[in-house]
């Protein structure tokens, strides 16, 4: 075990102003694996003063030089791609060719593109006889999550960095290890000091410091629906700019005309990956009653190929969730699923493991779309289907929760999931099992959010509009 000591404030790494500590837990084993500091409100008001003070030369700095920063970043996260795939496995427990993919490979290519944004991004324009600029918002507070860890903190500091904007980052207390190898490499590639700081901390106390502190200008959340409304309330209260990414219980609409076997195959893996803890998942299935009953065999063998184990065995494919509770959380749901009336088609809530928090892969049939697993997000491998008799009645059910995230359709022609996509409460749909694309907006309708990441979307996110008329 290591323990870590010291917040990342002003470019250089301070002792924390207590003395209390937080557990790193290896959720494969369940053993502890370091120790970080506890962040109070006074090292989330020294990493805010230490961010205003940066803020007038970084947004000064023109922008294709903050561009050139970020592509250093970039490339010093390049060349500790094993290392932050090794760090993330070890905290999250997520295999470790996933961790390699996906955990250090998108917040890699999220960089890269807003190194890019920086230098071409279009921060003035004439409007008839005016000059419209676009100017950083000022200093940001980022409120990340657990369960893509890295991916999530340059999400917001990417766009934050090419608007102008300096930065505190208070990243999820149970993957604090990839955030503070994270203000390493931004050391390595020498930001100037304060325009990137790093304060670990619980919610409740080092989160809401953050998120109430009156020198932050812009709070940016990403987390669950009912953790963002408390914060956007705060926010509110204040006058003060807000981002959220939240919760998701995203359909996935097949319509009669789509290869069946494909779609199901991928809508199986989109679920587990990441031991279903994404919040665009597509946990609700909806396939027409014709096809209902060869989808949920087909279903059935797909989740059947995951091998649940030690996340560094590269014959498994489904690693732990990220802690205890949210193994109870999960296998909650399960229960409830059973209990409301669902079919359990293969899965449960035993654990498959002695050690470790980890929870078979689950396909529920016969979910009807008022029972709490097509409701809920669950986050957790568990995929819910659900049978509809026409498109009118998919769409019903597609658009009938509270969230409207992420989702996909799938047909034999691209134009008729393209016109059902159209008519779908989301905010991105992946049309035929479409690609990750780190330029396009991500971001929800209703209780999924508000505002927008990646992408020149995000970037806008972080800017604030002045108009001089002539």
């Known amino acids: 075990m290591k323990a870590y000591d010291g917040m990342y404030i002003g470019g250089q790494w301070r002792p924390a102003a207590g003395t209390d500590t937080i557990d790193v837990v290896n959720p494969a084993d369940e053993r502890v694996i370091a120790t970080v500091p506890a962040g ?41 791609a094993d290392e932050i795939a090794e760090t993330v496995t070890a905290e999250l427990g997520s295999p470790i060719g996933l961790s390699r993919k996906v955990h250090a490979g998108a917040p890699i290519a999220v960089a890269g593109s807003y ?19 676009l100017e950083p918002v000022g200093v940001v507070g980022a409120i990340t999550p ?38 390493e490499l931004v050391h390595e590639a020498g930001l100037p000091a304060g325009v990137f700081n790093l304060v670990t901390g619980l919610g409740p106390v080092a989160g809401q410091a953050l998120a109430e502190h009156e020198g932050v200008d812009l709070v940016s959340f990403t987390g669950s629906t009912a953790v963002g409304k408390r914060i956007g309330a705060t926010a509110g209260a204040a006058v003060k700019r807000v981002a959220l990414e939240l919760g998701g219980k995203s359909a996935n609409v097949i319509l009669p005309s789509a290869d069946l076997a494909k779609a199901v195959k991928i809508g199986v893996a989109n679920v587990m990956s990441n031991s279903g803890q994404t919040c665009s998942a597509w946990t609700r299935m909806l396939v027409h009653t014709d096809q209902y009953d060869e989808a949920v065999e087909l279903a059935r063998t797909a989740a059947g190929g995951y091998l649940v ?37 293969t899965g449960g809530p035993e654990a498959p ?19 709490t697993i097509a409701q809920e997000e669950i986050f957790g491998p568990v995929l819910s289907l659900l049978r509809y008799e026409d498109e009118e009645d998919a ?9 409207g995230l992420a989702g996909a359709v799938w047909a034999g022609d691209e134009s008729e999931a393209v016109a059902f996509a159209r008519r779908m409460d989301t905010g991105q749909v992946d049309i035929n099992g479409g690609r990750f ?34």
């Open 353 to 371: 493991h002695a050690t470790g928090y980890y929870i078979a892969p689950t396909v529920f049939a016969e979910v009807t779309p008022e029972m």
């Open 146 to 183: 657990w369960n893509y860890p890295l991916h999530q903190i340059v999400a917001k500091v990417g766009p934050a960095l090419a608007a102008g904007c300096t930065v505190v980052v208070k990243p999820a207390e149970d993957t604090p290890l990839v955030a503070r190898l994270f203000a």
């Open 395 to 403: 769409l019903r059910i597609a658009n009938g929760t509270v969230y």
């Open 40 to 80: 109070t409100a006074e090292d989330i008001d020294a990493a805010v003063r230490a961010a205003r003070a940066a803020f007038p030369g970084w947004a000064a700095t023109p922008p294709a030089e903050r561009g050139a920063y970020i592509a250093a970043l970039r490339d010093a996260m390049v060349a500790r």
């Open 115 to 133: 190194a890019e944004l920086a230098a071409t991004y279009p921060f003035e324009e004439k409007v008839g006889n005016s000059t419209v600029l």
């Open 437 to 470: 694309n780190p330029l396009a907006p991500f971001g929800g309708y209703k209780q999924s959010g508000v505002g927008r990441e990646l992408g020149a979307h995000g970037l806008a996110e972080y800017l604030q509009t002045k108009s001089l008329q002539f």
């Open 309 to 345: 184990g030690d996340p560094h065995d590269t014959a498994n494919r489904l690693g732990p969730v990220v802690n205890a509770k949210q193994r109870a959380r999960v296998r909650g749901y399960i229960e409830k699923g059973i209990k409301e009336g669902a079919t359990l088609v």
